[in-house]
C-alpha cells in the first residue's frame, strides 16, 4: 500500500463548479500535511498547509481528519487556471522524509 | 531574490555516460532535497542534504547515484553509466530548516533524456 494515495481522476468540471479532493496516508506519526499544485511539466508549487483545525484561503479550503488519516481539499467557483494537478504531501515532523502523492488532475472547462 | 535554481534544464546523454545535475538552493537556505519524476508519476524522494552532510538517501538508488552539498557552491546529483530508465525529471527543492513543517521550493527541474 502507498503511503500517500490519491484518486488520479482527471475530475472534468466546468467553470464556477465546486471540486473536493481527497486523500489518504498510512503513517499514524505524519505530523505535516500541504497540498502543492503542478502545472503541465514545472515545478510543484505550494498552495497550502493543512492544519487540524481546518483552513482555508480563498476559494481553498483544507480539512484534515487525523481519525481516518484523511486530508481533504475544496475548490469552490473552479476558474480555467485552476486547471493542474494537485499534490498531496505528508511528512513527519523531526523526520526529513516528504512523501508525495501520485496526484489528482483537474481540468476546468469553460 | 532567486527562487532555487537547476542547471541544466535539459541534459541528454547517451547510455554509459555520466549526468550532473545542478542545484542551487534559495538564498539563506541550507536544506536540500532530490526528487525524481517519471513521466505520468508522482514525485519520488531521493536523498535530502544539509551542508556538506547527507541526511537521508533512503530514496536513492544504492548504485550509480551520488548526491553532494559541499561548503561552497551548489548540490549536485550524479548518476553515472545511465541507463534508459533514467530518463526523467530531477527537482530539487530547499527549505529553511529541516523540519517538515517549512515548505519546500521547487526548482524548475531538470529534464534528463538517455538515448
Known amino acids: 500500500r502507498k503511503e500517500v494515495e490519491q484518486d488520479p481522476g482527471p475530475f472534468n468540471v466546468p467553470e464556477g463548479a465546486t471540486v473536493a479532493f481527497n486523500c489518504t496516508y498510512s503513517n499514524s506519526a505524519s505530523q505535516s500535511f500541504f497540498w502543492y499544485r503542478q502545472d503541465c511539466r514545472k515545478e510543484p508549487k505550494l498552495l497550502m498547509s493543512?492544519?487540524?483545525s481546518g483552513n482555508e484561503d480563498g476559494r481553498f479550503t483544507a480539512q484534515l481528519n487525523r481519525a481516518s488519516q484523511d486530508i481533504s481539499l475544496l475548490i469552490r467557483d473552479s476558474k480555467l487556471s485552476d486547471s493542474a494537478t494537485y499534490l498531496c504531501?505528508?511528512?513527519?515532523?523531526?523526520?526529513?522524509?516528504?512523501?508525495f502523492g501520485a496526484g489528482t488532475r483537474l481540468f476546468v472547462k469553460a | 531574490n532567486a527562487g532555487v535554481m537547476q542547471n541544466p534544464r535539459h541534459l541528454v546523454r547517451r547510455r554509459g555516460q555520466e549526468a550532473r545535475l545542478r542545484c542551487s538552493p534559495m538564498k539563506g537556505h541550507s536544506h536540500v532535497y532530490w526528487y525524481r519524476q517519471l513521466p505520468e508519476e508522482g514525485l519520488k524522494f531521493m536523498v535530502y542534504l544539509q551542508k556538506e552532510n547527507i541526511i537521508d538517501e533512503s530514496g536513492m538508488p544504492k548504485e550509480r547515484f551520488s548526491a553532494e552539498f559541499p561548503k561552497e557552491g551548489p548540490s549536485i546529483l550524479r548518476i553515472q553509466q545511465v541507463v534508459r530508465g533514467d530518463s526523467a525529471a530531477y527537482f530539487c527543492?530547499?527549505?529553511?530548516?529541516?523540519?517538515?513543517?517549512?515548505?519546500?521550493?521547487f526548482g524548475p527541474g531538470t529534464r534528463l533524456t538517455v538515448l
Open positions: 493543512v492544519y487540524s
Open positions: 504531501v505528508v511528512s513527519r515532523t523531526g523526520g526529513f522524509k516528504t512523501i
Open positions: 527543492a530547499s527549505s529553511l530548516s529541516g523540519q517538515g513543517r517549512n515548505e519546500q521550493f
